[in-house]
Structure formats: C-alpha cells, structure tokens
C-alpha cells in the first residue's frame, strides 16, 4: 500500500499529493487546478469517458481495448468490475502505467444489494421502514466497498403510475412523497461519511421522469407538464440531490421533446443552478449515442456536443466523448473550460473519496472475506424479506401449522435463480434460499413436505428463448403441461394443505421486460385451477416484479401472499410467514389494477368535474369495470386485525404558523401480536389548479399485542399543505382541507379542518 501511494506522489511530480488531512474546498481546488494544467485534451477526456470491464457485462457494446486505454489515460471509470482481486489489476493499469497516474473509479449497478442481495426495491418499499432501507443500502456499501467498487448506480427512484414497465421493480412505486423518504434514506445509507472507506458514492438515477413512458413499453416517450413535473415527477431526484447525492444519471428518455441527455434546461439550469448540485453527471448506457435515433442530431459528433452543452459530465460506454469532443474542441465546438470543468467534477468525486491519496483504499482482501455474506446480512437480509411481504387475502388458511402433510407445488417452490430477481448484481443464485428449502428448515421432521413443479414458468416457447437469451436459466421440465399438471394435483390430493409458487420469472420484469399482459401466464393459472379443484385448502405465494392483475385469484384463492423477489434470505423468509413466525405487515407502494384496461390507476388521481357516478351515464367511468383498483396503495393484511378511532384534531383550524395535530387510536382487536402502519393523508379541496384527491403526508409504523392499543399522532403544518399553485408557485393556499387516517389509501377515517392566514 505504502509503495502505491508513493508511486502516485512521485507520479504527480509538482502536483502535490492529495494531503491526508481532511479534504478542503481549497485544498482540493489547488490540487485540481493543478492537475488540469498537466492534463492533455486527450487525458481529460479520458476522465469523462467510462466503459465496462469484461467481466460482467450489463449492456449491448463492450469496448475490447479498454485496457490499453487505461494505460493511456483515455478511460478514468470503469464499471461492471468487482472483487479485490480483479479491480486491483485494473488500477494498476492506471496508477502505475498511465501517465498521469489518475485512479480510476470504479461504478456497480449495485441496486438490492451486492453479493448479500435483498428484496427488490419494490418489495422492499412494502417495509414502510425508513431505518431498514437506509440498513440495507449500509450493508451493500459495506461489502460493495469491500470489493473495490466506489460508486452504486442506485437509488432508481422514478416515479411510475404503470405497472406494464419492468423496471417498475427497481423504484418504489407510484408516490412522490414516500419516493422522496426513501431516496434520501438510500443516499444517506450508501454514502454516509464518504471519507471512510466502506462508504460508495450514490448515483441518483434515472434523470428525468423516466418512470413516466408512454403505455409501459421501456426506452418510450415521455411528455407531460411542468406542473406535472414538479408536483409529481421531480421530488424524489430532488430529495437525494438534497441529501447529497454525488451523481446523477441521465434518462434514456425525452423530457419536454429533448432527450435528457442532451437537455440543458435539465442538466443545468434546473439539477445546477436552481437545485444547486455539485457533483457529475453520467449518461445512462450509450445514451449520448441514441441520441441520434431519437432524431435530435445527425451523427456522433453532433450528439456529443449536444451532452456535453447540456451538462453531462461522463458517457457511458458510448465512446462518443473519446472519439469527439477533441476534434469538436479544435473545431470551436465545444471550448476549453466546459471541458475542463466536466473533467473537474470527475476528478472533485475521486478526490473526495481519498483516491488521489490511496488509490487502493477500497480494495480490501481481508474486508472483502469478513463482509461479503456474513452472518449480520443474511440476518438483515431475512428480516427485511419478511418485512417486505404482503398478505392480500386470507380466509382462515393462514398461519400454516407446522404438522401435518404440506404439498409444494409451482415452478417458482424449488427455485433459486428467481429468488433474487433482475438487477442482483454479483448477487450469487446459488445461495439463494428456495421456498422448498426454507419450508424444509421450517418443518424439519414435524411435517411433511410434498413437491411438485406442477408447471413450466410459461409454455410460451418464444418467451423462453428470450428470458433464457437473457440469462433466465429457466429449465424446462420435458413432461408435457398435462402431465405436469396431473402430478401436481395427486401430490395436492396426499395434502393438508397446498402451496403454490407462481407468478414471474425474475427476467419478465427489469429493464426491457414491459407486459402488455401483466397477468399470471396461462400455463400457471390452468395449475392454480387444477389445484384447486381438489378442494384442498390452498395459499398462493405470488413472486413477481410488478403489481399483477389478480382478479380471478382474488376472487376464488382463499389465501394470496405476495413476496416479490425476497434476495438471498428469500424461502426463509417466506417459510417464516408462511407459518406465523413473523405476522405479515407490508404493504403495497404501487396499486394493484383489476385489468390492464384501468392503467394507469393510482391512489393520488384527481376527481375530474365527473367524477364516477353509478347511476348517470356521463360520469367518469367504464362500462366493464369499476373504477376502483383490485388493492389500493397502502393495503396489506395482516393475521391480527386492528380497529381505528375516529380522528382527534387538536383544533378546527391550522394557521400559517401553527401545528395541527391528528390522532386516532389503533386497537390490536386480533388473537395475535402485529404491526401495522398508519397512514396519513390529506385532501386540499379548493385551489388555484385541481388537486389529488388524496396524497400521501405521513405514517407511523407500530406494534401492537393483542388488545393493545394505542394513540398515533401525526403533526401538521402548513408546509405540508404546498404544492405548485397556478403561477407555479410552491406555496399553500387557504381553505378546506380534508385528512385523513388509516390502514390503506381508501379504507381511512376522515376529518375536516381549514388552513387560516
Ligand atoms: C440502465 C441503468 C444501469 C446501466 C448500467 C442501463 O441499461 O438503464 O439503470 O445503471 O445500464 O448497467
């Protein structure tokens, strides 16, 4: 380590060494200038240029010189390379051979954890536990950093009102507000003390509104208001940006007819000057070079001035910045010091993490074997699994005893691959934790667990290909469907009870996974009615990375959990609900429509000037379906049940000073200790442009034994009250205003109070 460090002094000749003592504005600025002034045009773009490795490809191109050009300081960041091992030889590429010895930075899709891997974000938001999201970005910095890695490619906090996109399962639903908690407990968790070395840099993504594509389909269009913007779209980037997020990542999509990566308006003006963020901006994956299907420049010369005008700092494996921007500078294109000051925001981010100073500090062998997996993750892991399932429905079959004989039946019960869901990163499936392998743990020998595959994850075969093409790993059982199906229901005949594991291969949700069709496969709901034909009492464990149309199970499965894709500690996870050992309390961040045909269809609408009246034709509404979700945001059952008060106010108005406290009392009326998470909302009901019918404002998250009960209160002020008024303005306005309390967005107490000035 010693002698790395001394190289690198003796590499920057008069350009001192970083000094160990605590970074300074100033002292990072001398050594910054000073660096730049030694800094060919060709080796300051190379600290904008960024590829991937070859180890672990997450994209379409990979650049096979990667190496010779970090000896020649053409590329300053690398990504997709993890492991002290394999990063070490990488930056001895750089700090050793390259001339000016500038380290290199190493990124990570790091998303639901690194090698220890968690829910998926989706599932994890079910939590509502702020705490526990911030843990778990903790610990995946802890081993990322351990592995070399310096910089996650997380929070995704998009907003999305639609489940047919796939990457529905990386954000945390469709509500601005929890979307803004949990980015700043995101950022707050991977980046803490970014001095110390278990600490990565957060890359709040995807920049902007991405999560807003028309119908679903990945990579679309996106077009919608400033107001819409601003109110719904824009708080959550805002949120990590304000708790320091040290980068951000482009969009692939357009934003108001300009694609984000060449939006200056974005880029600058708004993310820089009014938001006042000081860190880089990485394009996502080859985004400058679509830029020139997208229809807003003729060719890669174009586009990289357009990225580089806009703001962005960094591209990402689209090798446009090394090919272009030297010839676009001696073309008066592009100048000096907006190179010069992208270079700077690349070099300010290795130098607030220590690099100039031990380029290796995150490369830790002996961390690396005490972090990765240990005991206090997989503990992590495991609680925030069961913390992160939903109970939809339970008709007296739930919790399961641990006697008697148990049939297993689903091609998700003896699965591993799945368990772990898209984007795990160096998440290793084989020490993922099936259903079948933690019902077995569960029961030992007190009960009998009977198994089926029962059904293929589809029969599409051209559905197949594609998940397989994409490392699905789905293997096909050779027995026909019938055959299949026969198996299973003579196993579920031999029963007590059956479960059955069904829903979604991890690879029909993530990115370019869109659905037009967000349903159970037929091949698995053909199995699901077999079984439950035998009249056997049966719990349907969903998996899945999206909300799914669940209709027909609503109606005819007695007992329905919904688990996503738990990570690691997945099957215990489940096994320990499944049984009682820990009473389901999540619920759901991203309403569950009945039909495609309602999407989008989201707690936080407005009312319309006709809103749904059954009894008139002209009202807001569908001739062949309600209007109403099959679960709203917010709804997740429990084994106990609990019981609301009508809402306390402490007073019938709040003034522009004032707080205004809102308290119920919550019973615990069940034979079981639970938890269950209050929620706060409020309805403005009168204003200067139209308002939500509901938005989300607060919730508490509380335990309660049987009988128990206890008084929540929630505190109002008038800055809770604002929102974008006509004049864009964000401030509040006085009137009526409507709050409300309970265990969903629609089953709530509600109470009446006016905001005075
Ligand atoms: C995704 C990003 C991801 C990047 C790097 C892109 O395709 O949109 O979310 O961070 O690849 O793997």
């Known amino acids: ?51 991937t490795s070859d180890m672990d490809v997450t994209g379409p191109t990979l650049r ?14 690398i990504f997709n390379a993890y492991s002290p091992k394999y990063v070490r030889q990488l930056q001895d590429l750089a700090v050793k051979e390259s001339r000016l010895k500038i380290p290199l930075l190493f990124g990570y899709d790091v998303i639901h954890g690194h090698r220890t891997i968690f829910p998926i974000p989706l599932g994890e938001a079910c939590t509502w536990d702020l705490g526990l999201l911030e843990k778990t970005a903790r610990a995946a910095a802890v081993e990322a950093s351990a592995d070399g890695l310096h910089w996650t490619y997380s929070p995704m906090v998009d907003v999305a009102h639609d489940p047919r996109w796939g990457r529905v399962a990386e954000g945390v639903g469709e509500d601005t507000w929890l979307g803004e908690q949990v980015a700043k407990a995101k950022v707050k968790g991977y980046q803490g003390d970014l001095t110390k070395p278990d600490q990565i840099l957060a890359c709040v993504k995807h920049f902007a509104l991405y999560g807003a594509i028309q119908a679903g389909r990945d ?48 880029m600058t003006d708004l993310l820089r000057k009014q938001w006042g963020f000081k860190g880089f901006v990485v394009t996502d994956y080859t985004a400058i070079n679509e830029m020139i299907q997208h229809g807003v420049g003729a060719n890669e010369y174009e586009v990289g001035a357009l990225a580089l005008k806009a703001g962005v700092d960094m591209d990402m494996q689209g090798d446009v910045y090394r090919t272009q921007l030297p010839k676009l500078l001696a073309d008066k294109k592009i100048t000096m010091p907006e190179l010069d000051e992208a270079a700077r925001r690349v070099l300010e981010a290795k130098y607030k993490l220590g690099l100039f100073q031990d380029p290796y500090k995150f490369i830790n062998d002996e961390r690396a074997a005490r972090e990765i997996m240990s005991a206090d993750k997989l503990e992590l892991a495991r609680d925030v699994a069961r913390k992160s399932i939903v109970l939809l429905k339970n ?44 019902l077995q743990a569960k029961l030992g020998n007190g009960a ?97 990375g999206r909300p799914l149309t669940l209709e027909w199970e609503h109606e005819h499965v007695p007992a329905m959990l919904e688990t996503w894709f738990l990570g690691t500690q997945a099957g ?27 999407i ?91 308002r939500p019918l509901k938005e989300l404002k607060g919730f508490q998250k509380i335990a309660l034994k049987p009988g128990e009960s206890r008084n929540v209160t929630f505190t109002l002020t008038e800055a809770d009250l604002r929102f974008y008024d006509a004049a864009m303005k964000w401030t509040s306005e006085p009137g009526d205003f409507k709050v409300f309390v309970g265990t969903n967005s629609q089953e709530v107490k509600e109470a009446g109070f006016k905001l005075v000035r």
């Open 600 to 690: 989008p269809v989201y707690y936080s609408a407005k009312n319309t000037g006709r809103p749904m009246d059954p009894n008139n034709k002209y009202t807001s509404k569908y001739l062949d379906a309600p209007n109403t979700p099959l679960y709203p945001f917010g709804y997740g059952l429990s084994y106990t049940t609990f019981s609301y008060s009508d809402i306390n106010l402490s007073s019938p108005a709040l003034t522009a000073a004032g707080k205004l406290q809102v308290s119920v009392t919550v019973k615990n009326t069940g034979n079981l200790a639970g938890e269950e998470v209050v929620q706060l909302y409020s309805r403005d009901l009168v204003g200067s442009v139209t």
């Open 1 to 51: 380590m010693k002698k790395a460090i001394l190289l690198y002094g003796l590499a920057v000749g008069s350009v001192l060494a970083q000094p160990a003592a605590k970074t300074t504005p100033t002292s990072m600025n001398t050594f910054i200038d000073r660096l730049l002034k030694q800094m060919t045009v060709e080796e300051k773009v190379g600290q904008l240029t960024l590829f």
């Open 219 to 266: 990579y679309n269009t996106v077009d919608m208001s400033r107001r819409e913007m601003f109110q719904t779209y824009l708080p959550p980037y805002k949120a990590a940006i304000d708790a320091g997020a040290a980068t951000v990542m482009t969009s692939f999509n357009e934003v108001d007819g300009i694609p984000a990566t060449a939006n200056r308006w974005l």
């Open 395 to 438: 008709e007296q079959v739930l919790p399961l005893k641990k006697t008697g004989t148990l049939a297993l039946i689903g091609p998700l019960a003896d699965n591993k691959r799945d368990m772990i869901g898209n984007w795990s990163a160096a998440g290793d499936w084989q020490k993922a934790v099936s259903l079948r392998e933690g």
């Open 64 to 77: 096979s010189t990667y190496k010779e050009d970090i000896q020649k300081g053409r590329c300053g960041a």
């Open 572 to 598: 215990h996870a489940i096994a320990d609900v499944l049984v009682g050992d820990y009473n389901p309390a999540g619920k759901l961040t991203m309403t569950f429509p009945r039909r495609v045909g309602q």
């Open 448 to 544: 009998t667990l009977l198994y089926a595959k029962g059904a293929n994850i589809t029969d599409d075969k051209e559905l197949l290909t594609k998940l397989n093409n994409n490392g699905g790993n789905l293997s096909t059982d050779e027995k026909s469907p019938a055959q299949l199906i026969d198996e299973a229901v003579s196993t579920a005949q031999k029963a007590d009870v059956v479960v059955l594991a069904l829903g979604e291969s991890q690879g029909m949700t993530g990115e370019a996974a869109s659905r037009s069709d967000i349903g159970i496969p037929e091949n698995q709901r053909k199995l699901l009615e077999a079984v439950l034909a035998t009249k056997k009492p049966v719990v349907l464990v969903l998996m899945n």
